[in-house]
């Protein structure tokens, strides 16, 4: 089973099993404007919650993407790297940014849900 959780710093995770796929929602590229360039975590690098995991640059400014949780990353989007702008079309798709295998679960249940999330924002 999928489940997606939100944080305060607008990134979004979804789990299955014991992978999460990290990402920045729709509101946050909204806000940072068009991207240009994204600086991705090196596959096999350990995490903390919390930890700048990617930084993201937009027209406007640079952003840090943290860390939802503890983890060790499994995978990158290295489409990133030349199409940058596939995060503003497909904020919580294909523009997802890295995936790492979760150290804890248990971090998750002090993330926000869809619902939270968007009241959040509202």
């Given at each position: 089973m999928t489940k997606t959780y939100f944080t305060d710093d607008h990134e979004w995770i979804r789990v299955?099993?014991?992978i999460a796929t990290v990402g920045i929602t729709d509101y946050a590229q909204e806000q940072l404007g068009d991207l240009v360039f994204v600086d991705l975590?090196?596959?096999g690098a350990t995490l903390a919650k919390g930890d700048t995991?990617?930084?993201v640059e937009s027209v406007k400014a640079a952003s840090d993407v943290y860390a939802p949780a503890d983890g060790e990353v499994t995978?990158?989007?290295d489409t990133l790297s030349a199409e940058p702008g596939l995060i503003?079309?497909?904020a919580t798709g294909d523009g997802w940014l890295w995936k790492m295998k979760l150290a804890d679960a248990g971090q998750l249940d002090g993330l926000m849900d869809e619902t939270a999330y968007n009241a959040m924002i509202g």
């Open positions: 299955e099993g014991d975590p090196e596959v995991a990617v930084v995978g990158v989007n503003n079309t497909a």
